[in-house]
């Protein structure tokens, strides 16, 4: 018997291969392709709140469309609350039923919960936005797990990544009787988003195209280029995973395929399963979008000076890394890791600013802000974190340029006034003599500012004031307990 089913293309599954929903609905029948313009995401003054993630969704979806002409069908585009939208098609479209990519976050798991309600079981979730559903992995005693090394153990013992489902050759085409509204995608400029040609491209070919030459590049030095901020050492995939441009399990079958069992495939994979632990964690412990995963640190005493929080912003604060991450994250939608965290180290621990207020900033202009990832990067980052890193481990700005661009490049490129600093005084141009900064072209203060705080004065204000706050919890009290759990120097 044929069966008639709504594909609800939710924004993290914009892809034909390893589609779950979409090779279930072909085997039932007739297909109706369905993407919902949600007033959250497209309405202009919501839309201005994501204008990088917005594009790159604009352009996934536009290649999502061409993808599913190409083999016979059509994207139907429908605007409205999709709480409200989605049980009207299905009335209206005499459908019977709708199925969809499960998302982890709590308001995403609320909209299903009423779609559940008014729908019942024409309505099925299914898995595919983490390799191992979310809230699978449990200790002994069956608690979720707070520490990264113990849950990654366990997703190794436990997950078997399947092959990805191919991409149907060709698809049904929307029944006649079919009548959706004539809409068309949004421009950004219809949204009021200035389109940013440093953001990269969105789309299944665009992401397809990233993984090929990732594989091809950079993926064999992984291990040893991961951590160089002025070299082009990681996958770039993280919007894409975001997007559901790739699946978790497309990425994670293609290095296993092409380097499986060495240790830049390792090195790599290892961070899939941290994304899978974000995701497990928000799943497990969904008041983490609103508050510290530790509670020693609620009412923790954050200042704000929005000087400071104002130079942070613009790349103003005197220390080079910290300035280009942030110039990085407006000028192009991303910042390298561990740009991030020396940046989310420096906004909460130099600065002492609520790591929310980052977190914030980051969500609004990183084209991969992710719910998950970006919460625990951040928590991570100000020691509040599952798993975070210790409070007491404060990021040298300067130790941590050095090290991780080692030339200057990466500043150079991000911070252009201090493009002629030699490499051994680009990380520190207050302590470089006169002579140098004449050849470079920099007075201190007018072309580029000295820090707005000291950093071992800074050091030590967080550390007394952490102490002090912590100081009848047990972080305090017992540090060891406190595990970094990546190899991240100070
Ligand atoms: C303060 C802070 C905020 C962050 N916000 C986000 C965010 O909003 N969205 C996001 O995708 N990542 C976030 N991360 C994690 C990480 O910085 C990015 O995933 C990574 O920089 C993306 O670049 P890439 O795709 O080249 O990564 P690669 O090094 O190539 O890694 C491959 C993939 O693994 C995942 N991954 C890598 N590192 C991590 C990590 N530490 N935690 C979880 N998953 C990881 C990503 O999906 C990434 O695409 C954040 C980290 C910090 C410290």
Known sequence: MTRRTIVWFRGKDLRLADHAPLRDALTQGEVLPVFVLDPLFFAPDNARERPHGIQFLIDS?????????????????????????VPRLVHAWNADRVVAHRWVEPFARERDRCIAEALGDRFALYEGETLLPPGT??????NPYSVFTWFARAFHRTATVGEPLPTPRALPPVPDDVHAPAIALPTCAELGIDRNPQVQPGGEPAAVARLGRFLQDAA???????????????????ADLKFGTL??????????????????ADSFL?????????HSTLWDRPELLDG?????????????????????IAGQTGYPIVDAAS????????????????????LTKHLLIDYRLGEAHYLKYLTDGDWAQNNAGWQWSAGCGCDAQPYFRIFNPITQGKKFDPHGDYVRRWVPELKHVPARHIHQPWHAPDSVLNDAAVRLDETYPRPVVDHRFARERFLSTAASHLKSGSLAENPRRQRPPRSDST
């Open 61 to 85: 979806i536009r290649a999502l469309q061409t993808s599913l002409v190409d083999r016979g069908s059509r994207l139907l585009l429908v605007a409205g609350k999709s709480v409200e939208v």
């Open 247 to 264: 699946s978790p399990r497309q990425v994670w079958t293609a290095v296993q395929n092409a380097f499986g069992g060495t240790p830049a």
């Open 220 to 238: 064999a030095k992984y291990p040893e280029h991961r951590d160089r901020m002025d070299l082009a050492g990681t996958s770039r995939l993280s």
């Open 327 to 346: 110039r990085q994250l407006l000028g192009e939608g991303f910042v390298h890791n561990r740009a991030r965290m020396i940046s989310a180290s420096f």
């Open 292 to 312: 510290p995963f530790r509670p020693a640190f609620v009412g923790f005493p954050w200042q704000f000076e929005a000087p400071l929080w104002q130079a942070w």
């Open 137 to 142: 992995l449990r200790t002994g005693a069956g």
């Open 270 to 278: 290892n961070e899939l399963v941290w994304r899978e632990f974000t």
